[in-house]
T-cell receptor, first 113, second 114 residues
Framework: TQLLEQSPQFLSIQEGENLTVYCNSS?????LQWYRQEPGEGPVLLVT?????EVKKLKRLTFQFGDARKDSSLHITAAQPGDTGLYLC?????????????FGKGTKLTVNP | DAGITQSPRHKVTETGTPVTLRCHQT?????MYWYRQDPGHGLRLIHY???????DKGEVSDGYSVSRSKTEDFLLTLESATSSQTSVYFC?????????????FGSGTQLSVL
């Protein structure tokens, strides 16, 4: 199984600060997805990055896929309390040829007012 | 929002009893998945289905079985529940499989095995 390591595991910041969280692997992924999960709910997809070096923006969130397609980052500008949640990266596990998505353990973000 | 309903939302049971969790979808998606989420482990795949009566194991399938007799329903059964199966269980669906396709998740079932 291809593994995804996320860092930091926990992050607590004040409203208005900027932050970056990371998703790293020793394996090449054809694509990576980022999900946000709020307490008591299932994860919801934010973005999928497909091309090495790709940058996608979603309002104050900027996602980047590494050139070698082994890592990705999520940068949030001027964080707000509504950004609080568990951020998960995920990628298709192609070993064995099955249709499975593997997840990192997530970064739990708390944005304090 | 994708039409996915998990039931029950919460369940408390005793060690050794059988438990069945249900996932119902109204999207007619081919692929359905069961994940468990635990602190320190993240989301781990238990079983998945790629069609009616077509299922396969995930990375943590021991102690679990699944059935899919209709496109819309995917059942997860714990034949004899153990305390290590206390977890939050999520069902997910996908139209074409996971390669570049997103998963739609249900709201989860909190299962406590005492």
């Amino acid at each position: 199984t291809q593994l995804l390591e996320q860092s930091p595991q926990f992050l607590s910041i004040q409203e208005g600060e900027n932050l970056t969280v990371y998703c790293n692997s020793s394996s090449v992924f054809s694509s990576l997805q980022w999900y946000r999960q709020e307490p008591g709910e299932g994860p919801v997809l934010l973005v999928t990055v497909v091309t090495g070096g790709e940058v996608k923006k979603l309002k104050r969130l900027t996602f980047q896929f590494g050139d070698a397609r082994k890592d990705s980052s999520l940068h949030i500008t001027a964080a707000q309390p509504g950004d609080t949640g568990l951020y998960l990266c995920a990628g298709p596990d192609t070993q064995g040829g099955s249709e499975k998505l593997v997840f990192g353990k997530g970064t739990k973000l708390t944005v304090n007012p | 929002d994708a039409g996915i309903t998990q039931s029950p939302r919460h369940k408390v049971t005793e060690t050794g009893t059988p438990v069945t969790l249900r996932c119902h979808q109204t999207e007619n998606h081919r692929y359905m998945y069961w994940y468990r989420q635990d602190p320190g482990h993240g989301l781990r795949l238990i079983h998945y289905s790629y069609g009616v009566k077509d299922t396969d194991k995930g990375e943590v399938s021991d102690g679990y079985s699944v059935s899919r007799s209709k496109t819309e329903d995917f059942l997860l059964t714990l034949e004899s529940a153990t305390s290590s199966q206390t977890s939050v269980y999520f069902c997910a669906i996908s139209p074409f499989g996971t390669t570049n396709e997103k998963l739609f998740f249900g709201s989860g079932t909190q299962l406590s095995v005492l």
